[in-house]
């Protein structure tokens, strides 16, 4: 018929067609899903939000736009800013 032992093989065990189980799985482009997904934890440093880019250095976070760094946080709760600082509520 054609088909090899190891194209048999990779046929063994199937119980419904198999065009339609490759058509049920999510692009790796845009993908969306139903239910809960769950996505494995990542050791991300850096995050880009729009102009801004948060970075973490060591026990620090730095917020920074344009390339430079606008107000750091240390592991200490000390903040550090460049320019004035308003308060909004109760400080």
Known sequence: TGVTDTEFDYLDGVTSNIQTQMDLKSPLASPTFTGTATIPTAAI??????????????????????????????????LTVVGNVTGFGTI
């Open 45 to 78: 440093t850096t995050v880009d939000l729009g102009d801004w880019t948060v970075t973490q250095t060591g026990t620090e976070l730095r917020f920074a736009t344009g390339g430079t760094v606008k107000m750091k946080l240390d592991a200490s709760g000390n």
